[in-house]
């Protein structure tokens, strides 16, 4: 017991622990830690930092406090809302057709609902739309395309839409002819105000004559006088 506490067996393995609160009493509030060179939150007397900045780097004054992201419109927030894609309705479809036998191509226009044919194929075209110049361009039609076979009968061998920009996206399967679409023409743009037709101006009012004048009338004469 004459050694030093240092020096005495199992003196240096001892470790000291905090004794537990006794029974019936709140335990003691538990300090905040933070990284070295940032304040803990909610410290009083300490300036929190902004995210982003280096610890130790103060915020600036007057700098709004970071808040959470919220995506939901409030009350007085004004909604805006996408407008619908308009279509132009179009009298007439514009197809090309390909004899794959001769490598001819010919491009024909088709009105809507008519039937016209091209080699052994009949095209009807019954819709045909396109885009206003202020979108972007979409043309598309719906078509129904027959094949007449050599026994005179009529075969439906399409029926769907063709998009101008993506001719084999919707092709016709047929060993000789191939037919799409390029075009629509022959619509109006709604947008557009249409002119007023050519109005001739108002006559101009005719000028108001002066009334004639009155000739005097004759002077006589008095007898012993002369003039």
Excluded at 73 to 98: C, H, K, W, Y
Excluded at 148 to 174: D, N
Aim: some cysteine; overall charge neutral; charged content about 15%.
């Amino acid at each position: 017991m004459s050694l030093p506490p240092a020096n005495r067996p199992g003196g240096g393995t001892i470790q000291s622990e905090p004794l537990a609160p006794p029974p019936g009493t709140a335990p003691p509030p538990r300090e905040a830690t933070a990284p070295p060179g940032q304040a803990p939150q909610g410290a009083p007397g300490q300036v929190q930092t902004l995210p982003g900045l280096p610890p130790g780097v103060r915020q600036p004054p007057g700098a709004p406090q970071p808040q959470q992201g919220n995506a939901a419109p409030q009350p007085g927030d004004e909604v805006v809302v996408e407008p619908p894609p308009q279509r132009i309705a179009n009298p007439t479809a514009v197809f090309s057709g390909l004899d794959k036998i001769t490598g001819r191509i010919i491009s024909f226009d088709v009105a809507i609902n008519e039937t016209v044919q091209f080699g052994a194929l009949q095209v009807t075209p019954r819709v045909c739309y396109s885009r206003p110049p202020t979108e972007t361009p979409n043309t598309d039609a719906f078509v129904e395309v027959d094949e007449v076979t050599l026994q005179g009968e009529i075969k439906r061998i399409f029926t769907g839409w063709m998009f101008a920009a993506s001719p084999g996206l919707h092709a016709i399967e047929h060993p000789i002819y191939d037919v799409w679409l390029t075009d629509c023409k022959g619509g109006r743009n709604p947008n557009v105000a249409e002119a007023p037709p050519d109005v001739p101006p108002p006559p101009k009012p005719a000028a108001r004559q002066p009334p004639p004048r009155r000739a005097p009338p004759p002077r006589t004469q008095q007898p012993g006088f002369i003039r």
